[in-house]
């Protein structure tokens, strides 16, 4: 080999490590995603998943990059609040979900997701009393699955209430109202949920940022 | 036979001979297949349109394949002969013209035909002002004198479909009844999506603060699949939905039932208009 | 490579200054918004992102990179009254391929290098496309990654691969091509390769900002609405355009200035024709784009709301002034095929071009009309539904010149003596792809027809057939027909032919289904779709895999037969009449020791006693033969 052999080959070598590298590096980065959150799953005959969340106006810096982010958070079984929006659930049960609401409102862009639909019932429980519509302008988020045609409007905390929460996670001493829901699993397989209200503050029709990157307030239900 | 005959001759055969054979086939074996079937009659259109063009491009096809293949066995090197010159033809005025007007010729019948095609609409959206209007069928104008308006709410990540005929009530289903003209109204409330109903030859982009119809008159009763066929954003992969087409009286029923059990929200909705721009609209929480 | 290179403006001190300008553009608008306090920018504190300061790093970030590079050295030293610098001019070593030369081979080469880089990284991009294609449901990405990675491949073979042809061949050859000794712009034509080069690390550093979810296309107003990647959307675009458009200016200038004394129009290599009608079309669609993304740019900045319906806005400008750019761009794409397509047909047919007038008219008419079609883009968009049948012919009178093309290379091969070496083969399969790529294209241009396939995968399959078979099977031909002459070593020829069978079969295997994929109603950029299509999606995969093995087989190609076979080009291995071909291999750094003098086109194969060009004449007493 020459030496201005060798120092091409060498440049090309040094290129081509560095490439795969990089190339390694960022397939990683993009197949990086949520981890999934495994429920409980109480057994017997009438086997059922507690699922208990809770919304945030800003998600906080200690579960985000992005503080200021609205987000959902789910409860782990040690109580601790995690960053989470892709759920293991399984098939055929029954699913009851709680959900501390502790966001204001921001209004549907379709008011028509106001009503409940695709729950047990038909309804949800806000503070204990079943509703199943609530004024479109009082939504803070929904928990909706399009392909189970199901959609829980959830009431935001009024404006002027005390003691609102800052960063999440919140703790419940901050106002807040306690929606609760069930519902049955499809059958095995991915189903996106979302929320329908625009309530990324600072995005076009409040649906950029925090709304369309999952962790935040969008996932999937993993029914297996 | 082939013996006398030039290569050109020799082309033209083999030409005429396969785009027979694939018109023939085209006709008989594909066209069952072709979509977007025949779920409606703009469906029906489409079809006929996409077995036409089929028909018209076989034997374009044919020409380009039968020409290079057979120049390219003819007029090939052989193994070890000499690098020698072809003929110097620098053109041929004849060719060229008898090349320049046929494909003229196809491109303004094709573009003719296209039009005369388009004047029913084909199931595309038109905008708010609908020029290629179709004629309602004798079936449709039995059900009511207008056409059924339905409107299609587009917004991330899902439809919604309102029906201003029956009071204004929002669904999260999309029903019609066979046999009777719709107009499809579409719009959206936040970026671009795009309605498609593949099984009844529908698409119409779902644009913010803007009204976009299509006309479509289903033929057939069936279950259809619904999808968003322009990008809009996270969940765009997800934003399909299923519908359906019943009979008139099906349809009745459905939203007879539909309109009691949407009614505690209905009070809600703000007044059927073609387009809405629903506060926040920028940058705003 | 001495001290004074390491330290000087290169590579390396344009990437350093280029990190230094773009933490100054970020930290200093960061400043700056904090400091100013306006109201229409507050949505920084909500939104945790900061789409002012991203411009400015990107933009200061770029401009430090090319003062690093010494692309301020010549206009400061001149403004000071010093005498210019004279590195930019070297005429050896290895480094000077690491900076900015105005040497055309050198950038040439650059071109070469930088633009299959990337073409790499966005054809790696496919593959992982493909990958998560395997399944009907994610899998491998999650779905806001997959737009992100299906935007990052489209993006970047739309935006790089508009200088695939030109870049490294056309700034190479074309001045040789037509017996000039560089181009008329060297400074301009270093800077079309930096600016771009900047535009590929921008698009890519966006997926770390928040990702890019909107596609190519970049339709408002989901770019508005989409996290800071976006930023880096606009920015690439934009300094791909400016790149383009300086690239077509250069392109133009040069051949309408520094023509050899007789090189007549009629006597320009068809290959220049293809050059002269994609310039045009860069040098006229570009900057309609520049100017749409400086709108959106002020949309996610300064809260104009040039595309916002409820501020009087419209999506629907967007699209028509994209589509006025975009149209013209896939043509931009599909044009230097054709010229590579004829120059490349005449050579290993042995026979002049047939009907070069009609080929040239076919060029510029396409040139000429790709400017009124953008509107079948948008068919069922709801916008004037009235001039639908105007945009269905106006689409469909494009293919009666590109039908020119079709018939030329028909009739040039007609009674020729074919030799099927491996850049001819690649020519052949650009005849069949873009025959398919063409065909399908009448469907999506008739509005009842394109009603089912638009956006679908139908379209998708078309454009790939056209842009991909159009594109980069001319590409590689090039690729394989004047690399050796660009660097004096053969590529191996048997590797050459396994490259492309397995390229030509995989690419139909990959593309060929999609039509069918669209015809079942499989709809564009959808991580998810129904499982009874699993099979035709997986097979699809498979061909993809096979398409990618190719591209190694060639990466292998080129790096073993150009570093180690190292089989010496003869100046005229293909027995071509071009005046390239009448130089050594590689090209001298001088091209012409003379400036030849054209005695006629390029074309006289089977032509006795035709000369195409001898060196201009000496004065009586200066010098010998050369």
Not at chain 3, 103 to 114: L, P
Not at chain 3, 311 to 334: D, K, R
Request: charged share 10%.
């Amino acid at each position: 080999m020459s030496s201005s052999q060798k120092k091409i080959s060498g440049i090309v070598a040094v290129m081509a490590v560095a490439g795969v590298a990089i190339g390694f590096y960022i397939t990683g980065y993009l197949m990086s995603g949520p981890a999934a959150f495994h429920p409980t799953v109480t057994p017997g005959p009438s086997r059922s998943v507690n699922l208990t969340l809770q919304t945030d106006a800003a998600v906080g810096p200690s579960l985000a990059p992005n503080p200021d982010w609205v987000s959902y958070l789910v409860q782990d079984q040690s109580g601790k609040w995690r960053r989470t929006t892709v759920w293991s659930l399984p098939a055929h049960t029954l699913v009851h979900v709680t959900v501390y609401q502790f966001d204001g409102d921001s209004g549907l862009r379709n008011p028509f997701m106001a009503k409940v639909r695709g729950t047990v019932g038909n309804s949800m429980q806000v503070n204990g009393k079943t509703r199943n519509v609530i004024d479109p302008d009082d939504a803070s988020h929904t928990f909706a699955v399009p392909a189970l045609d199901l959609i829980v409007p959830l009431m935001g905390v009024a404006d002027d209430a005390k003691n609102q929460c800052g960063y999440g996670p919140c703790a419940m001493s901050n106002a807040h109202n306690t929606i609760t829901f069930s519902f049955m699993t499809p059958g095995p397989g991915r189903y996106r949920w979302q929320c329908l209200v625009p309530c990324a503050a600072g995005f076009l029709a409040g649906f950029g940022g925090p709304m369309q990157t999952l962790g935040y307030m969008d996932g999937f239900l993993n029914v297996s | 036979m082939m013996r006398k005959l030039g290569h050109g001759a020799r082309i033209a055969l083999i030409w005429l001979v396969a785009s027979t054979v694939g018109d023939v086939l085209v006709a008989t074996v594909l066209t069952p297949h072709l979509p977007p079937g025949t779920g409606s009659t703009e469906a029906s259109g489409q079809r006929f349109d996409n077995e036409v063009l089929t028909l018209v491009c076989i034997p374009i096809i044919a020409l380009i394949l039968v020409f290079f293949s057979y120049v390219l066995i003819v007029f090939r090197r052989r193994t070890g002969a000499p690098l020698t010159d072809g003929p110097p033809i620098r053109g041929n005025a004849r060719v060229q013209t008898i090349w320049i007007a046929s494909t003229t010729l196809i491109v303004l019948f094709l573009a003719a035909f296209g039009t005369y095609e388009l004047l029913g609409g084909a199931g595309g959206g038109q905008g708010s002002g609908p020029v290629f209007v179709p004629d309602a069928s004798a079936a449709s104008l039995a059900q009511g004198a207008k056409p059924l308006q339905v409107q299609v709410i587009a917004q991330q990540w899902q439809f919604t479909y309102r029906y201003p005929d029956d009071g204004g009530f929002e669904s999260a289903q999309f029903v019609l009844p066979v046999n009777r003209q719709v107009e499809l109204h579409v719009t959206s409330l936040d970026v671009i999506h795009s309605f498609w109903v593949p099984a009844l030859g529908v698409k119409a982009d779902a644009n913010p603060g803007a009204d976009n119809i299509a006309y479509v008159t289903p033929t057939k009763v069936q279950s259809l699949h619904i999808e968003c066929a322009e990008l809009c954003g996270l969940f765009h992969g997800y934003m399909f939905d299923t519908g359906r087409v019943v009979s008139a009286a099906a349809f009745a029923t459905f939203v007879a039932k539909q309109r009691a059990f949407v009614a505690p929200v209905t009070r809600y909705l703000p007044k059927y208009a073609t387009t809405y721009l629903p506060e926040p609209a920028f940058r705003a929480g | 490579m001495n001290m004074r290179r390491l330290v000087g403006f290169n590579l390396l001190t344009g990437i350093v200054l280029g990190i230094g300008g773009f933490y100054l553009g970020w930290y200093g608008a960061h400043w700056l918004v904090s400091s100013l306090d306006i109201e229409s920018l507050d949505y920084f504190g909500d939104t945790d992102e900061n789409d002012l300061s991203l411009f400015f790093g990107y933009i200061l970030g770029v401009i430090g990179f090319l003062v690093g590079l010494g692309f301020a050295n010549y206009p400061l030293a001149r403004l000071r009254g010093y005498p210019p610098s004279l590195r930019e001019k070297e005429t050896t070593g290895v480094s000077r391929y690491f900076g900015l030369s105005t040497d055309h081979k050198v950038v040439g080469m650059q071109y070469f290098v930088g633009i299959g880089g990337f073409f790499f990284i966005a054809g790696v991009n496919a593959m992982l496309i493909r990958f998560e294609l395997l399944r009907p449901e994610p899998n491998v990405f999650p779905a806001g990654n997959y737009l992100t990675l299906v935007t990052e491949h489209g993006t970047m073979m739309m935006g790089m691969m508009t200088s695939a042809v030109l870049g490294p061949f056309a700034n190479y050859l074309l001045p040789i091509m037509i017996g000039a000794r560089r181009m008329a712009f060297p400074r301009i034509e270093a800077l079309t390769f930096w600016l771009l080069m900047a535009a590929g690390v921008i698009l890519l550093s966006g997926m770390f900002y928040g990702g890019l979810p909107t596609g190519w296309t970049g339709y408002e107003p989901l770019n508005l609405q989409g996290n800071m990647g976006m930023d880096a959307y606009i920015l690439f675009f934009a300094f791909v355009g400016l790149s383009m458009t300086l690239l077509g200016l250069n392109m133009l200038a040069t051949v309408i200035t520094m023509r050899a004394p007789g090189m007549t129009w009629t006597r320009l290599p068809i290959f220049v024709w293809g050059v002269i009608s994609t310039a045009i079309l860069q040098l006229l669609a570009a900057p309609v784009l520049i100017g749409v993304l400086a709108m959106a740019a002020f949309d996610r900045t300064i809260q104009t709301g040039y595309f916002v319906a409820a501020q009087g806005g419209s999506n629907y400008l967007f699209e028509n002034l994209f589509w006025f750019f975009g149209h013209p761009e896939v043509y931009i794409l599909a044009l230097p095929g054709f010229g590579v397509v004829l120059e490349l047909m005449a050579v290993f047919a042995r026979k002049p071009v047939w009907g070069y007038r009609l080929a040239v008219a076919g060029m510029l008419g396409v040139t000429l009309l790709s400017f009124t079609v953008w509107q079948h883009h948008l068919f069922v968009s709801g916008i004037n539904s009235d001039l639908r049948p105007f945009y269905m012919l106006s689409t469909e009178l494009i293919s009666i010149p590109t039908g020119f093309i079709f018939i030329c290379a028909m009739g040039t091969l007609w009674r020729g003596n074919i030799t099927f070496s491996v850049p001819m083969l690649f020519c052949l399969a650009w005849v069949f792809n873009f025959l398919f790529g063409g065909i399908t294209g009448i469907f999506n241009s008739d509005t009842p027809s394109d009603v089912t396939t638009h956006g679908s995968f139908f379209v998708m399959a078309h454009f790939h057939y056209t842009i991909m078979g159009g594109l980069i099977f001319t590409f590689f031909a090039a690729i394989y027909y004047w690399l050796p002459k660009m660097t004096g070593y053969m590529l191996n020829e048997r590797l050459g032919k396994v490259h492309f069978w397995m390229m030509f079969i995989a690419f139909n295997c990959t593309f060929g289904p999609l039509f069918a994929l669209g015809f079942e109603g499989m709809p564009r950029r959808v991580v998810t779709y129904p499982t009874d299509l699993q099979g035709l999606n997986d097979f699809v995969s498979a061909s993809a895999f096979v398409l990618g093995i190719s591209m190694l087989v060639f990466l292998y190609n080129l790096v073993y037969s150009q570093l180690f076979a190292k089989v010496p080009a003869p100046a005229n291995p293909w027995g071509s009449k071009s005046l390239e071909f009448q130089l050594p291999s590689p090209v001298p750094v001088h091209d012409f020791d003379r400036i030849p003098v054209i005695l006629d086109d390029p074309y006289g194969y089977g032509e006795e006693g035709r000369i195409v060009a001898r060196p201009m004449p000496i004065p009586a007493g200066a010098g010998g033969e050369v």
